[in-house]
């Protein structure tokens, strides 16, 4: 026997590859795994599918019998697939083991008519994040004009059957395609022309409806894992249990549950687990584990059996007490042989690479899960907007006091994905005027804090604009003194910005500005206005200087801008003021600063 035989993994000792679908909403994740599974009860195999809690194992004789001659289960000693049941970010963010994502694989649905999708961007970037291997299923080919269905075919064959049209059609949106992929950095190509799915993204054309290319999709899936990661798949057999808590709920008869992915080793009816929770590791006994009961008994009153163990790769409930501050997206480990304080540790060192960052000053982030929160963190980071707390779990008061100690009012805010808000914490972020998103879309959630930031920034500076002096620069005309003092009446013409009443008028003389007096009125043929714009020709009624003493017929006048004003309106709104207005003030600020050079900044 030779040393390579020697150290082949025991086929008993491989566990089931774990697949998550993601997807933009519409694009037909649900239906896909809707298609393999009903593709599998239609072979005939209804028995040979166990359904999980929360996963749908195909074993590898079922895939086999559904992709037909793409797979030879002599070729394959990986036990088949692990489907998780929920598609979307959700569940993949929430699934999570030691550092990364849980599921080995992830097909990314995207719609080939509709193409990428805002939420298609958002899985991509989860993907690249977490260093998925996926697998890209273009869906919804038998929607193409023309298309020529051929139910449960292989997708070569069904497209040679295409007219030369349909055929057309079909590769210039799957080009759109792989030109999508090369925008976000990945190298891609119709599955059946990659050579190495470890470097390129393989494109398959499907369709969840007629399930033409659906053989294709399980056969690389299948291929992809026992070729790329056979390695990752060898398990413990016997070992302590090692899995990912998928959700917290109440379950009628035996009160909180878990609903667990298990990764590795084995769980025990008697077994003393280690759950991560909200303030610090749970520690409990297990008190019964439950598997849904087989479609064929599902019409009995309980809707699950118990059992004695279970391995690795599967959902299964666990009961158990004190399992209220269990956290969705925690780790879970089976203790065994060794002592508390040990896995305690574990599960503290795998908390602790969930920890997001947190500034002195930010937003109040909450989300359902672990994973989640991390996904949320990213994003915002991404968006350059501060955390200052970031939990798992419904808003509460205590959130909404955090919220509301922020600095700035554009943070305080709490972001809560996929969370309820507690009733009293609604009404006292009321009370305390703090803004309260929710949303169950992360790209979204962001998007609408980001608006309203926007919304109050410039409500804040029409209020700084409405009350910061502005530029401008006009000229008495000659022949147009209609009063000479108390105050004085005389025509001008504005040369560049704006007049308003009540502000201060200067004089240069050379780069020395001198205060002439204060500008009391505006009026245009006898009607009194509150500005004038350059290029107007008005009166104004300046209290202070006496024409022919101190203002002279054609004399350059100046608004004069207090230096605060005039730094103020360069450095933060200067974007906000028109043109002509900008030149005023830049022709003003080269006078001052030739007199000093630090004026005004």
Do not use: C
Request: glycine letters at 8%; proline letters at 5%.
């Amino acid at each position: 026997m030779s040393d390579s035989d020697t150290q082949a993994p025991d086929p008993e000792s491989l566990r089931t590859p774990i697949v998550a679908v993601l997807g933009h909403v519409d694009h037909g994740k649900t239906s896909l795994l809707d298609k393999v599974r009903g593709s599998a009860v239609s072979e005939g195999e209804a028995g040979a599918i166990t359904q999980h809690i929360g996963a749908t194992a195909v074993p590898l004789d079922v895939v086999s019998s559904i992709a037909g001659e793409l797979v030879d289960p002599e070729d394959f000693d990986l036990p088949g697939l692990l489907f998780i049941d929920t598609p979307g970010h959700h569940s993949f963010t929430t699934l999570r083991s030691r550092g990364g994502a849980l599921a080995d694989i992830a097909v990314l649905v995207v719609d080939v008519t509709d193409g990428f999708q805002p939420q298609t961007l958002e899985a991509i970037d989860i993907l690249r994040r977490t260093e998925t291997p996926f697998i890209v299923a273009a869906n919804k080919i038998d929607t193409l004009p023309g298309w020529n269905p051929d139910e449960d075919a292989p997708i070569q064959r069904t497209y040679e059957a295409q007219s030369d049209r349909v055929r057309n059609d079909l590769d210039e949106r799957l080009y759109e395609l792989i030109g999508s992929l090369s925008d976000e950095g990945f190298s891609a190509d119709l599955y059946w022309r990659v050579q190495n799915f470890q470097r390129n993204v393989g494109v398959v054309p499907v369709s969840a409806i007629t399930g033409e290319g659906v053989p294709d999709l399980l056969a690389v899936m299948m291929g992809l894992a026992q070729r790329y990661m056979k390695g990752e798949m060898e398990i413990d057999v016997g070992g302590p249990g090692v899995g990912t808590v998928l959700e917290v709920k109440e379950e009628k008869g035996f009160g909180t549950t878990l609903d667990v992915v298990l990764y590795d080793g084995v769980v025990r009816a008697d077994d003393t687990i280690v759950i991560g929770g909200e303030n610090e590791p749970i520690v409990t006994d297990v008190r019964a584990l439950l598997q849904p009961r087989p479609l064929a008994e599902i019409r009995t009153e309980s809707r699950f059996e118990q059992v004695d163990e279970v391995s690795a790769a599967a959902g299964i409930k666990i009961a158990a007490p004190d399992l209220e501050d269990a956290m969705a997206g925690a780790p879970l480990r089976v203790v065994r042989d060794r002592s508390v304080e040990e896995v305690i540790r574990e599960v503290q060192a795998e908390l602790a690479e969930v920890e997001v960052e947190t500034d002195e000053d930010g937003v109040v982030v909450k989300a359902d899960t672990l994973g989640s929160l991390e996904a949320m963190a990213s994003a915002l980071e991404e968006a350059e907007v501060p955390i200052m707390r970031a939990e798992v779990g419904d808003v509460a008061p205590r959130d909404v006091s955090v919220a509301s100690t922020a600095d700035e009012s554009t943070q305080q805010v709490i972001l809560g994905f996929n969370v309820d808000v507690l009733a009293e914490a609604e009404r006292r972020a009321e009370e305390d005027d703090v803004r309260i998103f929710r949303d169950d879309v992360i790209y979204q959630l962001v998007e609408d804090y980001e608006e309203y930031v926007e919304e109050i920034e410039r409500a804040q500076q029409e209020t700084v604009l409405e009350n910061v002096i502005r530029p401008a620069r006009f000229r008495i005309l000659q022949d147009h003194v209609f009063r000479q003092n108390d105050p004085a009446v005389v025509g001008v013409e504005i040369l560049s910005g704006t007049i308003r009443r009540n502000v201060p008028v200067a004089k240069f003389e050379g780069n020395e500005p001198t205060r002439v007096g204060q500008l009391k009125g505006i009026q245009d043929q006898g009607e009194d206005l509150d500005e004038a714009r350059s290029g107007e020709r008005v009166s104004v009624a300046i209290d202070g200087p006496t024409v022919g003493r101190g203002i002279e017929e054609g004399d350059e006048l100046w608004v004069e801008l207090p230096e605060k004003h005039a730094k103020i309106l360069e450095q933060e709104l200067v974007e906000e003021i028109p043109g002509d207005e900008r030149e005023a003030l830049s022709m003003y600020l080269e006078k001052q600063r030739k007199r000093d050079p630090f004026w005004g900044k």
